[in-house]
């Protein structure tokens, strides 16, 4: 079975703790609850609890930055939250790859 996305190498859901993890990883946004919403690397917004919600304009998923089909693993440092349409954006390009969604501020 092909590895599917915002998934462990497995194809099973990230537990509670790696998306706590992961969430961390999110730039914290000045004058914004930091446990609430954040943005990810291409500067799109993303709330917590929109994790996986992918009808959602802040949704978002743990990417592993290696993908899994380059060899990359589970490992924390390799995973990072990408707002969905940035995962779907990068699919399996690593290293070179660009942002696809920057949300308007």
């Known amino acids: 079975m092909a590895h599917q996305v915002n ?3 497995l194809n099973k859901s990230f537990d509670q703790l790696t998306i706590l993890y992961v969430w961390s990883k999110a730039a914290i946004v000045p004058k914004h609850d930091q446990n609430e919403i954040r943005k990810d690397r291409c500067g799109a917004w993303i709330k917590f609890a929109d994790y996986g ?11 592993h930055e290696k ?21 779907r954006g990068k699919g399996d390009n690593w290293p070179d790859w660009a942002c ?4 308007k501020e």
């Open 53 to 63: 919600n992918v009808n959602s304009d802040y949704g978002w998923e743990i990417d």
């Open 100 to 103: 696809s969604y920057q949300a």
């Open 7 to 9: 998934r462990t190498l």
């Open 67 to 87: 993908p899994v089909a380059g060899g990359g693993t589970d490992d924390l440092k390799n995973l990072q939250p990408l707002h969905w349409r940035n995962n």
